[in-house]
Structure formats: C-alpha cells, structure tokens
C-alpha cells in the first residue's frame, strides 16, 4: 500500500521560514510534489523532485532523499498570503498520485 | 485560456438519487482524474483515466461510476449505492504518461456535494 506522513499543523510569523516535512511508503515511486490549497480553494502546484536534492522556485524550495523516503517543502520570507493548506503526494510509476493528509499553515503577523 | 471547468459548484442530492459532476477541460490533456476532499483531509482517488474509453478503479471506487467517451471530458457519477457522499470533489488532468509535465496535476474549482 502507499502512505505519507506530514504534520497537520506548523504556525509561524510573517517572514519567517517554515520546513514542512513528509515521509512516505510506497512502491513504484516515481517522485514527489507538493501542492498549495487555500480554504475552499483547488490545489495548486508548487514543486517537484523526482531526484534527490533540491530545487528552488522563488521563496518555495523542495528537497528529495530517495534514499530515506523523505522530502521536505522550505517556504522562505513568510508571508500572510501563505497561510494554506500544503500536501506532498507522491507520483507513481503508472501516473496515479497519492497526496498526504496535508499540512495547514498559519502564518502571524 | 486553457483550464478545467466543473459544474455545478453546489449540488444536492437526495436520498436514493444518482447525481451526475461534470468536469471539462481544454489542455489536450490525455490523463483525468476524479478526487474526494472530506474536511481536514487530503485527497482520494476515486476513478483515473489514462486515454479515451479507457479507466481505472482508484482507492475508493465504490458507490462512484465514470465515462471517458471523449477527451475532454470524465463525467462523475455518484449513485445512490455511495452512502456518505457528502464531500469536496476535485477533478484534475495532466499530459499523460511519457509526456512533457506529466508529473503537475491541474485541479478544477471543485464541485461540494450535500445530501438532503
């Protein structure tokens, strides 16, 4: 079966940096996204990794350990707008997705 | 401008009733998808579909029917045989397998289904 972890809840302050983390359990991965989803809005998405390392867009960077099944999403320079939900999903081999529980952020001024 | 379309934003469905979401979309995309969202929760995959007139069960099919007789189009059917269908349904595209993007989903606006 497929399964990822994230955390359900960080808070933090306008400008700040936030690491949102996700592990997962999987076969045939393919790789990892994250997604942005306001309130009662469609997800967006963000970032993608599908080899280890990093990759930057702008205030928004995503990490990949293949190795370690894990992943992170880094969003720098906080801002209020980012207050969201954020989930990982992972990319299988035969192009189906399978998303976390997400991650709700809020951000303070 | 190229994108999905789902339709209606609110439906309500009574007891017994089969209930029909529509999603559309314009990027010549190959892959749809169709999504359930409870509140709090991530997404789940209902139905996929890979190509015209072909489909896959997802994770919790059950209670759920689609078509795929023509591209741009992947209809829901949530019968009545779904007994908790109250929920955020999201549908979503992307090029395809072997194709250029093929790992970004694009979502539509979402269709919130209530039961009278």
């Known amino acids: 079966g497929q399964s990822l972890e994230q955390p359900s809840e960080v808070t933090a302050v306008e400008g700040a940096i936030v690491q949102i983390n996700c592990t997962y359990q999987t076969s045939g991965f393919y790789g990892l996204s994250w997604y942005q989803q306001h309130d009662g809005g469609a997800p967006t998405f963000l970032s993608y990794?599908?080899?280890?390392g990093l990759e930057e867009t702008g205030r928004f960077s995503s990490f990949l350990s293949r190795s370690d099944s894990y992943g992170y999403l880094l969003l720098q320079e906080l801002q209020m707008k980012d207050s969201a939900s954020y989930f990982c999903a992972v990319v299988h081999n035969f192009n189906k997705f399978y998303f976390g529980s997400g991650t709700k952020l809020n951000v303070k001024p | 401008d190229g994108g999905i379309t789902q339709s209606p934003k609110y439906l309500f469905r009574k007891e017994g009733q089969n209930v029909t979401l529509s999603c559309e979309q314009n990027l010549n995309h190959d892959a749809m998808y169709w999504y359930r969202q409870d509140p709090g929760q991530g997404l789940r995959l209902i139905y996929y579909?890979?190509?015209?007139?072909?489909?896959q069960k997802g994770d919790i099919a059950e209670g759920y029917s689609v078509s795929r007789e023509k591209k741009e189009s992947f209809p829901l059917t949530v019968t009545s045989a779904q007994k908790n269908p109250t929920a955020f349904y999201l549908c979503a595209s992307d090029p395809g397998r072997g194709r250029l993007g093929q790992e970004t989903q694009y979502f539509g606006p979402g269709t919130r289904l209530l039961v009278l």
């Open positions: 579909s890979q190509i015209v007139n072909d489909f």
């Open positions: 990794n599908a080899l280890d």
